[in-house]
């Protein structure tokens, strides 16, 4: 068919000239409505028309490269087809598949006139022929994005979180504005038009045909003038590569015919690789417009002409499209060598300024950086890492976070040698030793607790990687090698500028990424390990749980040794606040015990840190150290033969086994427990008993009846013969250690309901005859009484009473016997045998517990005269008790005896036993026992009165309630032993209630928060926070006040601090004065801290109800104690813990830092505390006047009145609040002008004196910044201020450091006046404009950041050719379409001028 006869259904001749025009004179920017009869006839084109025509087209244009045929620009001419109607009436049908409610027929037709059009233009002579338009072009172009339903992207679009975006930022609440709500109503109009299977392969083979006809036109007709045009074009192949999944691998080799390629991404992916061909422009241009373009593909992201990009959905189909984006890069630079080296460093600095937070984006994109970078030079790829290594150190917390992931990648390529690049500067940035230690080991005193938990745990990964030089790093970092030792301090770095983000939100100008450095510091090896165990203790979850890792790492691969120091941390974890951090504690023990089976001293931290996790109050935790004892105790126990050798696995058991039975048998009630719960579980099997049975003959025979003690209480079965012999074989036996008799008298009492009344005797008379011996050591004592007590157990109590009676009575007569030769005799003490004494005391404790009926009167004389001196009496009056015995004097106080301190300690606990069966004896002895606490001078003496009087309080309660204080007073004791039992017993009663808050006991222990003591302080937090605070959450804010007058000892308040203390006591507790100020304040810190913002806002009305009012009121005098309190209380209310924390905490920051915002409750959360900030906000507003401002207005002229130095206290508090209401000064203080005008004076003089302050600080710490090098690594900002001298068990937050938040805001401006800034200038990157001394208007002076290309706004060029600028710290930066304006006047004018003007008018 002729080409003319293909023409005839567009009816051209039939078109109206007014018609065409109308539609030329629209630009073809909407659609011009045609004769209906006309209309219709158009629209009843088939699709086969549109194919002929485009046949005879093609074959046309085909034929025209053949110079003797004839143009088809000719051939329309002689036959008067009009050229203008045609180019119209293809508009029409383009435009009408455009719209949104085409059907699919009209969507075919007008992808293939689209097509028909583009062919046109592709023919020579297309522009002399007038049927070239730019906004046709495009319109046709882009045609595929409107025929081709949208529905899935567009729901992507909409169900992706637009959280985490290129700046970095925490999510904000998205505000639903009008443009979007009219996108979700056409997509919803869209979604009702529903399309076949078969609708959509005819909408995709007009597609394909489309994509072709671009492609063709591309081949031929140069779009080197038309910028715009290219850069649409790039946009709509960035587009299409998500059109269609490719089967097979894909080529990106230079197509000979496009019929070849035979998926739509494949096409769009030569679309782009002709784009960069020089017939289109200059390459490096085209290069970066195209780079540019696939960075969003690479980020996995959605970006639009406008607006943010927003984040995809990382499914298979897109990841797919990012790998095949990514070998699509690595082709251009493999084809365009050293001209594309440029632009890919660009690429690469904008994939990782425009990174996410979300964790699996950046792992995908650092395995993208990874792979272009392996495709550089080792010149370029040093210059990169220099970049990498400033821009680790950005002000952007996700920057720095995504620094280390690269890091990380990096480690895993081959490393590049130093031959690879000849200039020294760069050559150090090559090794792995550079990245490790420079880059992602100084991440450990980042100021964000994510990153630092995340570098800490890559660097525990670094030890695991197959390269040598990577681990030797480490190993360097953590060995002494050196004397200069760098704390923890604040040192600035440099930093991203915020000010680039421009606030239209358009996209991120795609220039080269600009970072200042710093200075450089050598870390010892002794501080970063300090550094590293003081991490393990942070405050922040995730910082604990990385430091872990690391920690365990390190002593894995025996980088640090295997000190018990070190080990002991890892042990003290597992009993974490955070549940999370207890099973990673778990876990690292683990890992440790298997890396390290034979390790004594692993061994033992690891029964250190799992036993006692058998108890956790939570499950998942008692579940896990099951788990853990289980594998490693339980089921490694085999049956035993002395011809046989153990395997490691078994030798690890019985080591453990061993361990427990000797060095760490303080934890043997948590081990049973532990038995308890198996026991409920059935885990207990006759072959385990067998087994168990076989090794009592081995020489590990200690840790068998260990577990056969723990076994055989829930086993009915078990073999008594074999126990008996064992039993006979001890009996005989001197060489069996003592821990070993307390578990095999453990086994007899157990079995003892199982033997015969023979087999019970024989072992009762053993028993006798051993007690008797007093050669047992005093647990094995123990042991044999209770063994003793369970043999003779019966059904009837009277009898089994009456046998305790015989037998125990036995021993209570025999121990008074020998206490009676001792203390009776004349020189009976004089050859005392204090072992024997105190083992006869232990024996005569233990057994009357059995046979209180058995202890007589003279028995407790004689205990008592172990402590002191009453021999005449009992000489005289061996029946009776003396008629009187002195009631108040201490034991100590009493003629002093002659025995050694160690017997009176065991006499002490033996009379504590004795009046725990008889309460005469305790109302006789407790006034005794509580002078003794204050006035004794032996410290095991009065440690024991201390346990003996907590444990007659649980039985004794209302008795010993009264001598509560003189208990809670030795938490102020010269001993810190006693200071710390004191503080266990009173907690452990307290949690049982046996004891009440009452009196002073809430101050005694906040006094034992400043203990002078680290351990004893932090303990005392623990017990306060993690055992009392639970059981009653109201119990710091109902004591808040109280602790105000208290601790100043301040007693004229009606209602405060009357509870009775002697004088001794107030002077031991008071806490008052300026020598004690900050202890004070410290304790007022950590009650706050610990406040809800409820009890923070009714604290705050309360103080002023209770304290501010009676000053003002003057019913309290403003003599010198009142104007402390007074004073004391406005630096309290001016404590930025005193503010509430929904209103000073940034909305999603709390949780932000803990876990990665990975789905849209936290969103949610974030809109809500939004919300709940504003409530809370005008609420304590609205309280602040009506309350607080009259009481400071009143307050004020009564100090004035009496030229009070409090005066000055309290304009500092209200300089401190008003800084939230700045600009309601007038407002607040309407009722007292005077008031306003001095504190607006006072805020504006404060924040002047802030600023000098800072520029100050920043001129002598930015005045010596350097290049890093290879042999230094830097602490860099965000640092984390070096905290106090000591550490604290439960993790503490971290205190703010005046100066470190003064470097944080650095003005950059400033910075740059005094500190060059240090650019990486690329080879190619950046093409000169003018001079280099001037800069354009979008390169403001002083920013951290420049870039060197923008989405079509700013570009730079070059007037005199394309020299490259090697070293240049300024880029020039020019719009395309104006020049930089001359620089703006300042308009400053003076306060006294404006003062003037405003009376002139």
Not at 199 to 204: N, W
Not at 513 to 533: G, H, K, M, P, Q
Not at 574 to 586: I, Y
Not at 713 to 742: E, H, M, N, Q
Request: aromatic share 6%; proline share 4%.
């Amino acid at each position: 068919m002729s080409l003319i006869s293909a023409l005839q259904f567009l009816r051209l001749n039939e078109i109206p000239e007014a018609w065409v025009d109308a539609v030329w004179d629209l630009e073809f920017t909407e659609r011009k409505s045609l004769d209906d009869t006309i209309a219709d006839e158009l629209a009843a084109s088939e699709d086969k028309a549109f194919i002929t025509l485009y046949q005879c087209l093609l074959a046309h244009a085909t034929d025209q490269e053949d110079e003797a045929s004839q143009s088809i620009w000719a051939i329309l001419g002689e036959n008067e087809v009009p050229i203008k109607s045609l180019v119209a009436v293809l508009s029409f049908f383009v435009l009408t598949g455009k719209a949104k409610t085409a059907n699919v027929q009209q969507r075919v037709s007008g992808l293939h006139a689209a097509s028909l059009y583009l062919l046109l233009l592709g023919i020579p002579g297309s522009i002399a022929s007038k049927v070239f338009h730019e906004v046709l072009l495009d319109t046709c172009s882009d045609l595929t994005s409107h025929c081709w339903p949208q529905d899935p992207g567009k729901k992507r679009k909409k169900d992706s979180t637009k959280s985490s975006q290129a700046d970095g930022k925490r999510s904000r609440p998205l505000r639903r504005e009008t443009p979007e709500m009219e996108v979700d109503e056409e997509e919803d109009e869209e979604e009702e038009l529903n399309f076949s299977a078969r609708d959509l392969m005819k909408i995709r083979d007009a597609v394909v045909v489309l994509v072709q006809s671009l492609l063709r036109l591309l081949q031929t007709f140069s779009l080197k003038d038309r910028p715009q045009s290219a850069g649409n074009c790039t946009q709509i192949f960035s587009k299409l590569l998500y059109f269609e999944p490719v089967i097979g691998e894909m080529t990106f080799a230079s197509a000979l015919d496009i019929r070849e390629l035979r998926s739509v991404p494949e096409m769009a992916f030569y679309g782009l690789q002709l784009l960069c061909s020089p017939k289109h422009g200059d390459q490096k241009e085209s290069l970066r417009r195209v780079f540019h373009r696939l960075l969003y593909v690479i980020l996995m992201m959605n970006k639009d002409n406008r607006g943010k990009p927003s984040l995809l959905v990382p499914n298979q189909a897109v990841q797919s499209t990012r790998n095949q984006a990514l070998r699509f890069v690595c082709h251009l630079v493999d084809e365009l060598k050293e001209m594309s080296l440029p632009v890919l460093q660009i690429l690469l600095q904008h994939l990782c300024f425009q990174m996410v937070e979300k964790s699996e984006f950046r792992s995908h994109g650092a395995q993208a950086v990874g792979m272009l970078t392996s495709q550089m030079e080792s010149p370029d790829y040093a210059a990169f890492i220099k970049w990498l290594f400033n821009f680790s150190r950005s002000s952007k917390m996700v920057c720095r976070l995504f620094s280390v992931d690269v890091v990380m990648v990096l480690l895993e390529q081959p490393e590049r040698g130093p031959e690879g690049c000849q200039d020294p500067e760069f050559s150090c940035f090559l090794p792995h030793k550079f990245l490790i230690q420079n880059l992602l080991f100084d991440r450990r005193m980042d100021d964000s607790p994510t990153v630092q938990g995340h570098a800490l745990a890559c660097l525990a990964q670094c030890l695991e990687l197959p390269s040598l030089n990577a681990t030797r790093a480490v190993h360097n970092l953590f060995y002494a090698t050196g004397t200069q030792t760098v704390l923890e301090s604040e040192i600035t770095e440099g930093s991203l500028s915020a000010h680039q983000t421009q606030k239209t939100y358009r996209t991120l100008p795609f220039r080269t990424v600009e970072i200042s450095t710093t200075d450089v510091s050598d870390c010892d090896a002794r501080e970063n390990l300090a550094l590293l165990l003081r991490r393990v203790k942070d405050s922040k979850i995730n910082v604990r749980k990385s430091a872990l890792q690391t920690l365990v790492g390190l002593l894995k691969h025996n980088v640090i040794p295997l000190s018990w120091e070190n080990l002991a941390t890892l042990s003290e974890r597992c009993r974490d606040p955070a549940v999370s951090v207890k099973k990673k504690a778990l876990q690292c023990l683990g890992e440790l015990l298997s890396a390290k089976p034979e390790c004594r001293v692993v061994q033992k931290a690891w029964l250190q840190g799992v036993v006692p996790a058998v108890v956790d109050p939570e499950n998942s935790v008692q579940d896990k150290a099951l788990e853990a004892l289980d594998q490693v105790l339980l089921s490694q126990v085999k049956l035993y033969s002395a011809s046989r050798h153990l395997d490691a696995s078994q030798r690890l058991t019985w080591d453990l086994l061993d361990l427990l039975c000797n060095e760490c048998w303080n934890l043997s009630r948590y081990f049973s427990r532990a038995f308890t719960i198996w026991s409920k579980q059935n885990k207990f099997t006759q072959a385990l008993i067998t087994n168990l049975m076989s090794h009592t003959e081995a020489d590990h025979a200690a840790g068998a009846w260990l577990l056969l003690s723990k076994v055989v209480p829930s086993f009915p079965s078990l073999p008594y013969g074999k126990i008996l012999d064992a039993w006979d074989s001890v009996v005989s036996s001197k060489a069996v250690t003592g821990t070993t008799c307390c578990h095999i008298l453990c086994v007899m009492g157990d079995i003892a309901m199982h033997l015969n009344e023979d087999t019970k005797d024989r072992i009762i008379d053993d028993l006798m005859s051993w007690l008797k011996t007093f050669t047992l050591s005093l647990e094995v004592i123990c042991a044999a009484v209770e063994a003793l007590y369970q043999l003779g157990r019966s059904e009837d109590i009277k009898q089994t009473q009456a046998f305790l009676n015989q037998r125990c009575g036995e021993l209570v007569s025999v121990c008074e016997a020998y206490l009676a030769n001792i203390i009776l005799r004349e020189k009976g003490a004089q050859n005392l045998n204090e072992e024997l004494m105190v083992k006869h005391l232990h024996t005569l404790g233990v057994a009357s517990l059995h046979c209180p009926a058995k202890v007589g009167k003279r028995t407790v004389l004689l205990v008592e005269s172990v402590l002191t001196a009453h021999s005449d009496t009992l000489a005289e009056c061996q029946e009776e008790l003396p008629a009187s015995l002195p009631q108040s004097l201490p034991l100590s106080q009493f003629k002093a005896n002659s025995l050694p301190t160690s017997v009176r300690a065991h006499g002490v606990i033996t009379l504590g036993k004795l009046c725990l069966q008889h309460e005469e004896l305790v109302q006789k002895y407790l006034p005794v026992f509580a002078r003794e606490l204050e006035l004794g001078t032996e410290v095991a003496v009065r440690n024991n009165v201390l346990v003996i009087m907590c444990d007659l309080c649980v039985r004794y309660t209302n008795i010993v309630e009264h001598y509560i204080p003189n208990i809670s007073a030795c938490l102020r004791d010269a001993e810190a032993v006693i200071r710390e039992q004191t503080l266990i017993m009173l907690t452990s009663l307290l949690q049982e209630e046996f004891v009440k808050w009452k009196g002073s006991l809430f101050f005694r222990f906040m006094v034992a928060l400043v203990d002078p003591v680290p351990a004893i302080a932090s303990l005392c937090e623990y017990c306060l926070l993690h055992l009392l605070l639970k059981k009653n959450p109201e119990m710091f804010s109902q004591h808040f006040i109280e602790c105000i007058f208290h601790f100043s000892s301040y007693n004229k308040h009606k209602s405060y601090n009357k509870f009775p203390e002697s004088e001794r006591e107030k002077v031991r507790f008071s806490l008052k004065g300026a020598q004690h100020r900050e202890k004070r304040f410290r304790i007022y810190r950590f009650l706050l801290e610990h406040f809800t913002d409820a009890q923070r806002f009714n604290i705050t009305v309360k103080i002023n109800q209770t304290i501010l009012a009676c000053f003002a009121d003057e019913e309290l005098p403003l003599d010198e104690d009142g104007a402390e309190i007074l004073s004391e209380t406005f630096n309290i209310l001016s404590l930025k813990e005193m503010k509430l924390q929904v209103i000073t905490t940034p909305a999603g920051g709390a949780a932000g830092e803990e876990a990665e915002e990975e789905n849209m409750a936290a969103m949610a959360k974030v809109v809500l505390q939004v919300a709940q900030k504003k409530v809370v906000s005008q609420v304590q507003k609205k309280a602040f006047i009506e309350n607080t401002v009259p009481l400071i207005i009143g307050l004020k002229s009564l100090l004035e009145q009496k030229r009070s130095p409090v005066l000055k206290d309290l304009m500092a508090y209200l300089q401190v609040t008003m800084q939230d209401y700045r600009n309601e000064v007038k407002e607040f203080f309407s009722g007292d002008e005077q008031l306003a005008a001095e504190l607006e004076f006072a805020l504006k003089t404060a924040e002047k004196e802030r600023e000098m302050a800072e520029q100050m600080d920043n001129c002598s710490l930015t005045g010596d910044e350097r290049t890093p090098t290879a042999q230094g690594s830097i602490q860099g900002s965000p640092a984390r201020s070096r905290p106090l001298p000591f550490t604290f068990a439960t993790p503490q937050p971290p205190r703010p450091n005046p100066m470190s938040a003064r470097l944080a805001f650095t003005d950059s401006s400033r910075r740059s006046e005094h500190v060059q800034s240090k650019s990486i200038a690329l080879e190619g990157t950046v093409m000169q404009k003018g001079d280099v001394d001037y800069r354009a208007i979008s390169t403001p002076k002083g920013v951290g950041i420049n870039l060197t290309f923008e989405e079509g706004v700013s570009a730079i060029f070059s007037d005199r050719g394309t020299s490259v600028v090697l070293d240049t710290s300024v880029l020039h930066v020019r719009s395309n379409e104006q020049q930089a304006p001359e620089l703006r006047l300042w308009n400053v004018q003076s306060p006294l001028r404006q003062r003037k003007k405003s009376f002139q008018v």
